[in-house]
Every structure is written in C-alpha cells, then in structure tokens.
C-alpha cells in the first residue's frame, strides 16, 4: 500500500516556476510508478508526468513537454515536479498517483493510489 500527500502549490504569474513535492508512505514506494495527474475545473483528470521505479525513465504529456520535469528520491520516498515557464492554463488541482502494478498506457485507472491534490494557479 502506498500513501500519499503532495505539498508545493500555490499562485504564480504566467512565466514563473512552482515545484511540487509528493510524500509518500509505504514499503511500495520504491519499487512504484509515480505519476503527476491535474485537474482544471469542468475538465476531466489528465496525466501530466510519469517516472519508472528506477527514476531511469520518465514520460510527459505534449502539453507541458520541455517546461516540467519529474525525478524522485527513493531514499526520502518523495517524488517532485518542476514546473517552470507556466501558462494559465496550467491552472488545476494537481494530484500525485501511484502504481504498484505495470503500467502501460498512463491513464488514471493504472494508478489505484492518490493524494489528495494542491492548487496551482497561474495568473496572466
């Protein structure tokens, strides 16, 4: 079992940087996908960023491709998500998510657990 609870967010102007971090508790954790999913208001939960147990490979939606980045640290059981040059519309609740299982497609049914979310607000 793994559980989960992000910190990090906050408001920022169009163009800053936030970085999000993702506790996690749970003998799983290292041997666990992590991923970064968000969530705007009225719109469906979409995947934002993934990364293996290894942390060897990682894997990002097109929209934040070359502006955030994901790594974690085994040791301190905490995976992180950079975010630099935001745009309005990366305004949403973003949510960290875990998966002990193979995953293969990064959906958020592959990831049975979760936090319980922090705002990003992007101001223009």
């Known amino acids: 079992q793994v559980q989960l609870v992000e910190s990090g967010g906050g408001l920022v102007q169009a163009g800053g940087s936030l970085s999000l971090s993702c506790a996690a508790s749970?003998?799983?954790?290292?041997?666990?996908?992590m991923g970064w999913f968000r969530q705007a208001p009225g719109k469906e939960r979409e995947f934002v960023a993934a990364?293996?147990?290894?942390?060897?490979?990682?894997y990002y939606a097109d929209s934040v491709k070359g502006r955030f980045t994901i790594s974690r640290d085994n040791a301190k059981n905490t995976v992180y998500l950079q975010m630099n040059s935001l745009r309005p519309e990366d305004t949403a609740v973003y949510y960290c998510?875990?998966?002990?299982?193979?995953?293969?497609?990064?959906?958020?049914?592959?990831?049975?657990?979760w936090g319980q979310g922090t705002q990003v607000t992007v101001s223009s």
């Open positions: 998510a875990a998966s002990t299982s193979l995953v293969r497609l990064y959906t958020r049914d592959e990831f049975p657990y």
């Open positions: 749970g003998r799983a954790f290292s041997t666990a996908t």
């Open positions: 990364i293996t147990w290894s942390g060897r490979i990682t």
